[in-house]
């Protein structure tokens, strides 16, 4: 079955979310678009550009339903989600992570060929070097130069390399450099609105200094690019950042709506994500085994949300890699019943699944192939 | 590009392991082919039927490589992955947990129609009625009792009910009892050899109070199969399992390398998956960040161990969805490096992946693809 008669099969299930063989990935449209919508009215209104991360989605419908709402384009974590979302129509994206190796810089200047705004990050000057020799005199090459927050991870750890950085890239003419990214990642999901706030003040310092420096040595950042779902009413009030990578928003998941993201107490946005599973196995009192373990969702987030099927917020365990465990308390789950779920972490669980199957309340509405599922190249 | 022109080109990388465009899920032949032919000859030595476990890596082109060393068929975790190992020539194959909704029953009956010899676990009298309602007049499924070892995941939970199965699947004729299963999970993974047994002896006792249940009620198992790469040598010893489980035994991973599986102090099998990553920043004395995190290897393990390019044993982060943080010690590593890794947890790291990069040294030799990835349905 090729992907054009799948989707037909799969949009021609009449039996609803009662009958899908299960586990599925689920978004609520109601819910994923109020949130596309809101993020969008919410940069719009405080005068940012918005470039949400497709690492969350992996998807070119949805990114260019943020697109049509208002982004400029979309971030990728890495190469392989930039070519999907290429090959989707998107034509302005920033990838987020270094590309170093050779056969992955290579496909990196064909595909900057292809779309009108390819940018990547770039956090050392050998790396821009590299950039610069495969572009050759191809079409130049928009790189930013990634900050390192304090975490280690990339990035580059000072002001003083950040300029040198900067000046490695000015001396290399196939290279055009648009700004800085600066991605706190440590801080998105802190619990609590003022402890997130205190750390992103003192993070924002740091970074200003380092744009400061920039500056005064004539490479001052055109794009500052960064923020998260979790911070980015806070990037907002301290108005260093000029472009949001928000992510997550469009689905929430679990670690999220621990968060008051709002400032008010609240996660702000809607759990539109959900994944739907069976019970499978219930011959212990008050126990019902579901179809849903590590290969239905990641488990670096923890455990999942139960959010119906079974009593509200009814544990659930981890029982390997196909199944998992919901205390239902009192009773026992008819076998075949459905237990729907909050993802603990979205993005690596998106990578598990194929596609999204996409509802209003019980009905399945379409289907969205996950093209950058697994593109971790 | 189709898979087969994937795989020409895959196999044209005239580079070797270090022009791998990362990261990269490897096996080593050499240790892999060691692996497959040792359980092969184990299993025979000892008399019992091997059905290795095909959750463990997915693959069409293993499962026939484990036929042709001997073994009876595979097991698969979940009817999907059946239908992918049918597809790819696999003729005699146990699905080991229970297919439940009705989607999913109409294809096991298509794959049973198929293949020379499917089986299934089954765990309750409605579960079983409902495969016989679907079979119909056509070819007499073969189905196992599922017996709970006492984790409370699958299974019949005691004797009584073991009987009462087997009475309502001998009341239906389109189903054929041809034996038990029993997994003892929990006890794969206990480090020591001496207390690993201790747990064994103690459950399979249990086990044969529900063989010696069944048999006096005029249901003697055919078939008793369970046991995996942890405990094979113990249920060898035992002698009530007359078929074994393995999986992990053809890749092995960190959790089965801290075990003494041989009980002679040993893992007793090869290291054969590993997974290449390349260090792209290292930006700060001493660490190198990979591009190998919650994308490139399942959490559920914990970290993997770091194999080569970095000093043996060194420390690993999990960074995200696509890095991970490597403590080199004294000296930083060149970008663009390669780390070798062996996975924390095989199973659900393989489902991470599309294709196998098959190497001899540092020579790729094939591409074999992940047939049963994302299969959980």
């Known amino acids: ?108 200047i064909a595909l900057n060929q292809k779309i009108p705004d390819l940018e990547v990050a770039v956090d050392n000057p050998d790396n821009a070097r590299a950039l610069a020799a495969a572009t050759g005199s191809g079409k130049r090459l928009n790189v930013l130069i990634d900050v390192d927050p304090g975490v280690r991870r990339t990035g580059v750890a000072s002001a003083e390399a950040a300029v040198a950085l900067a000046q490695a890239i000015a001396d290399l003419p196939q290279l055009n450099l648009i700004g800085v990214q600066y991605y706190c990642g440590r801080q998105q999901h802190i619990e609590s609105y003022a402890e997130r706030r205190t750390d992103i003040i003192d993070r924002t310092d740091y970074l200003r200094g380092i744009v400061t420096a920039l500056t005064d040595a004539g490479f001052a950042p055109g794009i500052i690019t960064g923020g998260g779902t979790g911070t980015h009413r806070i990037d907002v009030e301290l108005g260093l950042l000029n472009e949001l990578q928000t992510g997550s928003y469009v689905f929430m998941d679990r670690q999220y709506n621990d968060c008051d993201i709002s400032g008010e107490g609240t996660p702000g946005f809607a759990t539109s994500l959900l994944i739907d599973a069976r019970v499978v196995s219930a011959n212990t009192p008050g126990l019902g085994t579901i179809d849903a373990g590590f290969k239905a969702m990641s488990t670096d987030g923890g455990p999942p949300t139960v959010l119906a099927g079974a009593p509200a917020g009814a544990p659930y365990h981890f029982m390997g890699d196909e199944h998992g465990l919901v205390l239902f308390g009192e009773t026992s789950p008819p076998v075949g019943s459905i237990v729907t779920l909050a993802a603990p972490h979205c993005d690596p669980t998106v990578n598990l699944y194929d596609f999204y199957h996409v509802v209003r309340g019980d009905t399945l509405v379409d289907i969205w192939p996950i093209e950058g599922r697994g593109k971790s190249r």
């Open 1 to 108: 079955m090729n992907d054009r008669d799948l989707h037909a099969h799969l949009i021609n299930q009449q039996g609803g979310r009662r009958s899908f063989n299960t586990p599925v990935l689920v978004i609520d449209l109601d819910a994923f678009e109020k949130n596309v919508a809101d993020m969008a009215a919410y940069a719009k209104a405080s005068g940012l550009r918005l470039r949400p991360h497709a690492k969350t989605h992996k998807c070119a419908e949805i990114a260019r339903r943020q697109v049509a709402a208002g982004a400029v384009g979309v971030c990728c974590a890495k190469l392989g989600e930039a070519e999907a979302m290429a090959a989707g129509g998107i034509a302005s994206i920033l990838i987020t992570s270094p590309v170093v190796s050779a056969p992955a810089i290579e496909r990196l």
